[in-house]
C-alpha cells in the first residue's frame, strides 16, 4: 500500500480530536512529501540536525515535532521553529529551552516526558519530579516555555496487560493534573504498535511512523 493508502487507513481509524504525528525519522524528503501531500501536516523526529536539514527543504507550513531525546547544548538549532518538544525530561532542559525561546522572541509549547515503562533505555520525569517542577518559583519565571501536556513512551511489548497498566497509570495522572492546571490538554501516548490501547485509555496523539511509511530499513 502507498503512504496516502497508509494514511487514509489511519485516519479512519481515528477520531477527530486525535492528532497524528507521523514519525519521520529515517524518512527521505520524498516520502515526506506523499505524506504531506496527502494532508499530513504534523511530523516527529528525534534528532535534530535532520530536523534541521528537513525544515530547510520543506514547505513552511509543517509542524515539527520533536520526539527524541534532547540535549541542551542543541536547544539552539531548533528554537526558532519547532512546534512542539513532547520530551521535556528535566528542569535544567526546560530553564534551556526557555532561554532559546526567550532570544527568539518566542513561546514554545512542551510535553513533560513522564517515565511510565520498566525498561532502563526509557527516559522520563517520575510523577513527583513533575508535581515538584511545577510548583516550584523558579518554574512560575520561565515565561516562554508553555507546558500543555505529557508524553509517555510505554514498554515495547505485545503485553497487553503491562501496556494497559502503563497507559492507566498516565492518564490517571493527567486527569488528575488537569484540574489543577487547565492549560494541560495534551496526552501524547502511543506507538504504530500500541496506539488503539493507547487511545482507549485516554491519548489524545500518537506518534506513528511504520504503519504510515512501512517498515524501518
Known sequence: MSINDNLKKLYSSIDNYIKLVAVSKTKSNEQIMEAY??????????????LVTKYSALPKDIDWHMIGHLQRNKVKYIANFIKLIHSVDNFKL???????????????????????ASEETKFGLSIDQVKSILKSEEFKTLKNISIIGLMGMASF?????????????????????????????????????????AIQHGSNMIRVGSLIFGERN
Open 37 to 50: 501531500q496527502s494532508g499530513q501536516k504534523i511530523f516527529g523526529e528525534n534528532k535534530v540536525q535532520d
Open 157 to 197: 511489548t505485545n503485553n497487553e496487560e503491562i501496556l494497559k497498566k502503563e497507559f492507566t497509570y498516565l492518564n490517571d495522572f493527567f486527569k488528575n493534573l488537569r484540574l489543577i492546571y487547565p492549560n494541560i490538554t495534551v496526552l501524547s501516548m502511543g506507538m504504530s504498535y500500541d496506539y488503539k490501547l
Open 94 to 116: 526546560l530553564k534551556e529551552i526557555n532561554r532559546q525561546a526567550k532570544k527568539n522572541n518566542l513561546t514554545i509549547d512542551c510535553l513533560l516526558q513522564i517515565k511510565i
